[in-house]
């Protein structure tokens, strides 16, 4: 008889594998009942756990799992189909699931994915994810977690991700050489690693130039879709006219920002030259196009699985595993949102 | 013990489930020696095979498969986004699959499901499949199949679809209420039997108002894409400068052929209005917006999923399964791309 499981204890009381983990460490998210049923069953069926976390669970499942805010975005789209690619090339299959940003609704999707035995998990972590305890808890049952895009550096695993700061950097920069003098800028949420970074891009780019750096500037988005865009371009305008460029967060925020501009009569790139990022395929096709950063989606896609499934063999053979990060090239688009301006200030 | 599975002959074998299955019912796509191997092993292994494909796998995976054309798709991603949220809520795990349109790749996707042991497979077909014996195959193998958007008439199981034929003539009934008399169609492949309704649709809408039918105005979309829209409106150019509308199979193709009309100063809805099909995101902000056909796409993956969960439950019960069609209803979205005409025609 081989050793027991947390498998065979979970099976044995009708739980989740994830509830017999966290009984067995006296979560205070499980009942005192539960904790002592499994305590008991776990004794009684010679249950001992392994501290160095390997071997917990009996084989391979061939599945991996792969969680993502939206699926219905330019983006991630592309991420899904880029892993599922390279997953179906290597008899893997993947288990899409999303989190629509909500913590809550994280935390379930991971446990979803350690009850169906997933080999490992491949992440980008919700905006709203405000710690990362689910993550913890599946590295502690010894399932890799890869991050990619939207990571947490409290976690200590491998990610496949962009510079965001060069890349905020570089749309701010673009802006500057455009000739605009008083640059805004369209974040997203707080707790959102991207949103810190591609922020402080921005501030550099201004401080680095001697330009004024204003936190009045500084518009937050939540959501980060195109009504958003619409909202916050009409604060902007009712804030300060002198204005005259941004660099928005994201594509789809941006081509709500222009569209409320084009509504009331403002000349993009002539009054107000924007810079957006992700060079989702709308933006080449709206009028003026719009100026962005393109980012690597369905490579980051490919890459993130390799990463993980390079951990997954290594493991295999009992080789010893080192984390890595990956970081993707990014580069501008330069398009006519920003464009006539530049000619403009060039000729100056 | 109990009695010998598919499964069980597969795994002595080292075989795929699906090739064991061919093998012994000869078919010719599976060697001769593998053929008599696994006759053999059936033999040993007192393989009964079940006349009415019940029971045929031991157990529920409590997982169904995806299989789509492409998941970097407006409405595909709708689609998954409707399929997984319903399957999550039952407790079912959804693997997602993309053919690229190619018939090769998509019965590539089957034999992987089948291998898989899913518990039935939604799929909407490419648009370069030309028969379906593959899914006779899985039906063969006691697993539903449940057809939605894109469909063949040949394969007996449940559908979800919308009325294309209805949905073409509104729009091509939509441009001649602007006042066009000369309309072209953009259609989809010759082996979709969307394109073929739509095209029906367009046929029916010239014939019942009196307007000559040209076959030299359909032209054939193979790609569905951007530049496919900007190469059919460069063609349509060269033929037939009277042309004064067109009805486009889908609204990225539409996007394409509006941005080479605009680069060559074609005034639009004026010279030529548009209607596209889709309704997706991007056409609403373009300029001039596009008229378009909006059809239902995170509705039609729940109701898949509902329909394939409903015979999956009914099977479990032994009761009797009946096919259902489903069709949800379409609506036109009027926007710029035809509506200047149409205001221009009513004050006529």
């Avoid at 962009?162 to 500057?176: N, P, Q, R």
């Avoid at 591609?198 to 009504?227: P, Q, T, W």
């Avoid at 290594?314 to 330069?334: A, D, F, G, Q, S």
């Amino acid at each position: 008889m081989g050793r027991t499981t947390l498998q065979q204890i979970a099976l044995s009381l009708n739980l989740s594998v994830t509830t017999v983990s966290k009984a067995l460490r006296s979560y205070p998210d499980v009942s005192e009942k539960t904790i002592q049923k499994v305590k008991e069953a776990a004794k009684l069926l010679n249950y001992k756990p392994n501290t160095f976390a390997v071997n917990l669970r009996t084989q391979e499942s061939k599945t991996i799992g792969l969680v993502i805010p939206e699926i219905v975005h330019q983006f991630f789209s592309s991420v899904i189909k880029g892993v599922i690619e390279e997953a179906e090339k290597n008899g893997y299959v993947v288990i899409v699931l999303q989190t629509s940003q909500d913590f809550e609704t994280e935390k379930k999707r991971i446990e979803f994915l350690i009850d169906k035995q997933v080999d490992g998990i491949l992440i980008a972590i919700a905006d709203q994810t405000v710690d990362c305890f689910h993550l913890y808890e599946v590295q502690s049952m010894d399932l890799p977690v890869v991050m990619f895009d939207k990571i947490s550096k409290s976690v200590s695993c491998s990610k496949v991700i962009i510079d965001d700061i060069k890349a905020g950097y570089e749309a701010t920069k673009h802006l500057i050489d455009c000739g605009c003098k008083n640059i805004a800028h369209f974040r997203g949420p707080l707790t959102s690693q991207n949103s810190i970074d591609r922020y402080l891009g921005y501030k550099k780019a201004l401080e680095e130039s001697g330009l004024k750096f204003d936190e009045s500037n500084v518009y937050h988005c939540i959501k980060m879709n195109f009504e958003e865009g619409q909202e916050q371009a009409q604060k902007l305008l009712q804030n300060n006219r002198s204005v005259d460029g941004i660099f928005i967060n994201t594509d789809m925020v941006a081509v709500g920002a222009m569209t409320e501009f084009k509504a009331q009569g403002i000349k993009i790139p002539e009054e107000i030259s924007i810079v957006g990022f992700g060079n989702w395929f709308l933006s080449s096709v709206i009028t003026p196009s719009l100026t962005t950063i393109d980012q690597p989606s369905y490579t980051m896609g490919k890459i993130a699985f390799n990463t993980l499934l390079s951990e997954l063999t290594k493991r295999k053979k009992n080789e010893h595993v080192e984390h890595e990060t990956v970081i993707l090239p990014t580069e501008i688009i330069e398009r006519e949102s920003t464009l006539a301006r530049k000619k403009f200030n060039i000729s100056l």
